[in-house]
C-alpha cells in the first residue's frame, strides 16, 4: 500500500522544542505504522537540532533526515522536502508546536475515507489550540467560521467564502500532493512564506473539507517568533502577495475559476494583513515604517480589482488613507480610535496637526528609553473616550482615590489644549504624543480607562491596569461579536484579546454584565462586582443638584425635559434619524422641551431641529461634556438600545424604549436579553406610540420598578470607593501630609515629567 501521508518538519534552531514535537507525531503510533512518514529538514541550524534528527532518525525508519547546507528559511526548507514526498498527502508542521494525542492516528483515518471517496478533499483544514508561555491555551479563535458550515462535509471556497476570516497559514492545513504539484506554486522565501501556497490552494480546490478535532498546538508568543520580532523581514509579505495575485493573473491557472468575489475577498483580506502589521508595535523597525506604508499604497496601485469599493465604517477609511499612502493622517485614526471631522472633509485635513507633534520614530524611540526608567509607584495614569476628557468611571474613581489614597498622583490622558481646557481645575493633564505622555504610560504603576489603551503602549510588569468599560451591555460585546460578522466588521479579534490580556481588574455594574462581559471578554483578570462608579453621582443625587442642572441648562420651569438619546448602529455609518425629532416636538407641544444627544462615535449632530413656535422646544446636547449632568436635567429618557437606560434607571424616573427596528438589530447585533419582555418602561415601535407614551406620564412604573430590582442592584452610591479600596494602597489623607500629593495644571513640555506630570 502507498504511503498516505507526508509530513514535512522544517528545522532551525529550536532544539528546546524538537523532542516534544517528534515525540508528538512519532509517538502518537506504533513503529509498524506504515502509513505515514516524517521528513524532516535540518535547515543549517545552528544548534544541536540537527543531533536530535539523527538519533531520533537512527531509532525510528519512518522518520528520513535532509541535512541543508544553506539555510533557505521556512519556505526554502519545505520546497526542498516536497520532492522527496511519498504521500498521497502532505502536511507542513512547524517543529516548534506539537500535535495533540492521537492526532496522526486521527489524520490517517480521515485521509483514508478521503481516497476512498469520488471526489477526494484537496485541501483537510483541522482545528487547533493556541498556547502561551506561561501554559494558557485558547481554542481555535475562528471555530465559529468552520463548525457547523458546508466545509464539515466539504464545499468549494466560493461556496463558503468566510473562510477568509481564519487564519491563512500552511499548519492547520493537510494537502493532497498531486493537487498541491499541479497548482504550480512555491513557498516564498523570508517571513510570511506560506501564504503564496494557501491562497492558490484554497482559490483553486475543488473540495475543502473542516475536521472539528483540534489537531494541532501551535506556540504563540515564543522568542524569536516573527509575531515578536522586529525586522525588516516583514516586508517580506508584498512578494508573497504579488505571487498570490500573479497566480490568479496566470491564463492558465489550474483548480477551479475563480469568481471575482474572490479576488476582491483576498484583496481586502491582504490589505487587512498589511495594515495589522504596520500597527502591530515593535513589528516593523521604525527606519523603515514610512516605507513600509508607501509599500502598501504600491500594493493598491498594483492589485486593486476593478470596481473594488471600499469598506465601509473605520476600516473604510483606514484602507482610503492606506491607497494614498496617507501615512500621518492614518497614524491620527489610530491613536483617536474614530472619525474626526476633518477625515470626513478629507485625509489630508489633518496632517498639518499632526506633523506639530513628535514625530512617529522619535515618539517609539522616547517611549521605550522611558520603559528603562523604574516604575512610578505613585503614579496613576487616567482615561476616558479615546482620550476625550474627564469622564465615566475613570473620573468618579480618580476623585475617590484622591480622597482614600492621596499618595497616588493621578495624572489625564488628553488629545489636545482644547480638551486640557476643558477639564476641572486643578486636574493634572499630559496631551497625547508629548514627552510628559510617553514618560507617564512608561513609567506608571497605575492605569484606569473605560477602553483600551494604544496598543503601542505594552503592559510592564508590575503595573495594574482597571478596565472599567463603559456601559451595561444590551448588544452582543467582546468575542462574542464573532457570531455576528456584519456587526464585527473591521473588528481584529488577536489584537483585542491582546488587550484583553493587559486587564488585572474589570468593573462590572450588575449580575447581568458579570455574566456577559467574562465569556465576550476571557481573560485572567479580577471581576470587581462593584456597581459603575460613574453612577455614584445619580445615586447620591439630591433634589437640589437636579434643580441646579435644570438650571445651567436653560430649561423653562414646568416643562417636562425629554433626553433623546439613541446608539450607535455599526453598520449603517454616522448618526442614523429613525425619528424625526422636529415633528416629534411639534407633536408634543411647548409644555415639553427635547434634548437631543447623538452617540459620541458620530461626528455630526442630528441637523436642523427648527420646529416652529407651538412646538417643543429642542436642544442639541451632543457636545455636552457630562451625560450625567443631562441625566439630572431631564424628566424622562427616550432611547433604543443605549446602555444608557441602565444608568438612567438608578434615578428611578421614566424611560420609553423607540425601537423601529428591534428585529433587524437583534439579528445583526446580536443582544444579551429581549427588550420587549424585560424593559425598563413603555416600549414603542413607531412615533405615535412615542407620543403617546410621553403624554401618559409614568403609566409603566412596575416595569422600571423590575427592571430596577435585577440591573441597579449595586447601585448605591458607594461603587468607587468599592473599587479605590481594592486596587490601590488606601492611606488617610493625614498618613500622607506635606508628602507632595499632586495638584495643579498639566504640562505638556514633559520638563517634570519625572517628577510626575503635572506636579509642582
Not at 480607562?449 to 478596565?467: D, E, L
Not at 447581568?512 to 476571557?522: D, G, L, V
Request: hydrophobic content about 40%.
Amino acid at each position: 500500500m502507498s504511503l498516505l501521508l507526508s509530513i514535512v518538519l522544517p528545522v532551525h534552531g529550536v532544539e528546546r522544542y524538537l523532542p516534544r514535537c517528534l515525540d508528538s507525531i512519532l509517538g502518537d503510533v506504533p513503529t509498524a505504522e506504515s502509513r505515514f512518514e516524517v521528513i524532516a529538514v535540518d535547515d543549517l541550524s545552528p544548534d544541536g537540532s540537527g543531533a536530535i534528527l539523527d538519533a531520533y532518525a537512527a531509532r525510528d525508519r519512518r522518520l528520513r533526515v535532509l541535512h541543508l547546507t544553506e539555510n533557505q528559511g521556512l519556505g526554502g526548507a519545505r520546497t526542498a522536502a516536497l520532492p522527496q514526498a511519498r504521500g498521497e498527502y502532505v502536511w507542513f508542521v512547524d517543529s516548534d508546536d506539537w500535535l495533540p494525542e492521537r492526532t496522526v492516528s486521527v489524520i490517517l483515518d480521515e485521509l483514508e475515507q478521503e481516497r476512498r471517496r469520488e471526489t477526494p478533499a484537496d485541501v483537510l483544514l483541522t482545528d487547533f489550540t493556541h498556547v502561551y508561555p506561561d501554559g494558557e491555551t485558547e481554542p481555535n479563535p475562528w471555530r465559529h467560521v468552520l463548525v457547523g458550515s458546508p466545509l464539515v462535509e466539504g464545499c468549494t471556497l466560493a461556496e463558503h467564502p468566510a473562510l477568509f476570516q481564519t487564519v491563512m497559514s500552511v499548519w492547520n492545513k493537510v494537502f493532497r500532493r498531486a493537487f498541491l504539484e499541479g497548482l504550480d506554486v512555491a513557498f516564498g522565501r523570508g517571513y510570511y512564506e506560506d501564504i503564496s501556497v494557501t491562497y492558490p490552494a484554497l482559490l483553486a480546490a475543488e473540495r475543502l473539507r473542516y475536521l472539528d478535532r483540534p489537531c494541532y498546538v501551535y506556540r504563540r508568543g515564543r522568542d524569536g517568533a516573527i509575531t515578536t520580532t522586529a525586522s525588516p523581514k516583514h516586508a517580506d509579505v508584498f512578494a508573497q502577495y504579488d505571487a498570490i495575485f500573479a497566480f490568479l493573473d496566470r491564463p492558465d491557472r489550474p483548480g477551479r475559476p475563480v469568481p471575482e468575489s474572490l479576488r476582491t475577498l483576498v484583496f481586502d483580506r491582504t490589505v487587512r494583513q498589511a495594515l495589522n502589521v504596520y500597527d502591530t508595535p515593535g513589528l516593523v523597525p521604525t527606519d523603515l515604517r514610512k516605507d513600509f506604508f508607501r509599500r502598501i499604497a504600491q500594493h493598491f496601485e498594483r492589485h486593486r480589482p476593478a470596481g473594488y469599493r471600499f469598506p465601509g465604517g473605520v476600516r473604510g477609511v483606514q484602507y482610503r488613507l492606506a491607497s494614498r499612502g496617507a501615512r500621518i493622517a492614518y497614524a491620527e485614526l489610530r491613536r483617536t480610535g474614530r472619525l474626526p471631522r476633518e477625515l470626513k472633509r478629507g485625509a489630508r485635513a489633518v496632517a498639518p496637526a499632526v506633523r506639530k507633534g513628535v514625530r512617529s520614530g522619535a515618539r517609539f524611540t522616547a517611549y521605550n528609553a522611558f520603559r528603562r526608567m523604574p516604575l512610578d509607584e505613585g503614579l496613576a495614569v487616567y482615561a476616558a473616550y479615546w482620550h476625550r476628557g474627564y469622564a465615566c468611571s475613570p473620573a468618579a474613581i480618580y476623585e475617590k482615590a484622591k480622597e482614600l489614597a492621596p499618595q497616588i498622583r493621578g495624572v489625564w490622558v488628553v488629545e489636545n489644549r482644547q480638551q486640557a481646557a476643558a477639564l476641572p481645575s486643578g486636574v493634572p493633564y499630559v496631551i497625547v504624543n508629548t514627552p510628559a505622555y510617553l514618560k507617564a504610560m512608561a513609567t506608571a504603576k497605575y492605569f484606569v480607562n473605560n477602553v483600551n489603551f494604544p496598543h503601542t503602549m505594552a503592559k510592564r510588569p508590575g503595573t495594574v491596569h482597571v478596565q472599567t468599560q463603559h456601559g451595561t451591555p444590551v448588544k452582543a460585546m467582546g468575542m462574542d461579536l464573532r457570531r455576528y460578522p456584519e456587526a464585527a466588521e473591521g473588528m481584529d479579534f488577536e489584537r483585542l484579546q491582546e488587550g484583553i490580556d493587559r486587564w488585572d481588574f474589570l468593573v462590572s455594574s450588575n449580575p447581568h454584565t458579570s455574566e456577559h462581559f467574562t465569556r465576550a471578554f476571557p481573560g485572567r483578570y479580577e471581576l470587581l462586582e462593584t456597581g459603575y462608579p460613574r453612577n455614584d453621582r445619580l445615586a447620591n443625587a439630591t433634589s437640589e443638584d437636579m434643580r441646579a442642572m435644570r438650571e445651567r441648562l436653560g430649561l423653562r420651569p414646568g416643562t417636562t425635559a425629554v433626553l433623546y438619546a439613541p446608539t450607535h448602529r455599526g453598520g449603517k455609518g454616522g448618526y442614523v434619524p429613525l425619528l424625526d425629532v422636529a415633528e416629534l416636538a411639534r407633536r408634543l407641544g411647548p409644555r415639553f422641551t427635547l434634548l437631543v444627544r447623538t452617540h459620541y462615535f458620530h461626528t455630526g449632530g442630528p441637523g436642523d431641529l427648527a420646529a416652529g413656535e407651538d412646538a417643543a422646544a429642542i436642544l442639541d446636547v451632543s457636545a455636552h461634556p457630562t451625560v450625567e449632568d443631562l441625566y439630572l436635567a431631564a424628566d424622562v429618557l427616550v432611547t433604543d438600545y443605549s446602555s444608557m437606560m441602565f444608568d438612567y434607571a438608578v434615578l428611578d424616573r421614566p424611560v420609553v424604549i423607540f425601537a423601529p427596528d428591534w428585529e433587524e438589530y437583534r439579528r445583526e447585533r446580536g443582544v444579551y436579553f429581549d427588550l420587549f419582555e424585560e424593559p425598563p418602561g413603555a416600549v414603542t415601535v413607531d412615533a405615535d406610540g412615542l407620543v403617546r407614551a410621553l403624554r401618559a406620564g409614568d403609566p409603566e412604573w412596575s416595569s422600571r420598578a423590575r427592571f430596577r430590582a435585577k440591573f441597579c442592584v449595586w447601585d448605591d452610591g458607594g461603587a468607587a470607593e468599592r473599587v479605590v479600596r481594592r486596587v490601590f494602597p488606601v492611606r488617610s489623607a493625614a498618613t500622607d501630609a506635606g508628602k507632595g500629593a499632586a495638584t495643579g495644571a498639566g504640562d505638556e513640555s514633559g520638563t517634570d515629567a519625572g517628577k510626575g506630570a503635572g506636579e509642582r
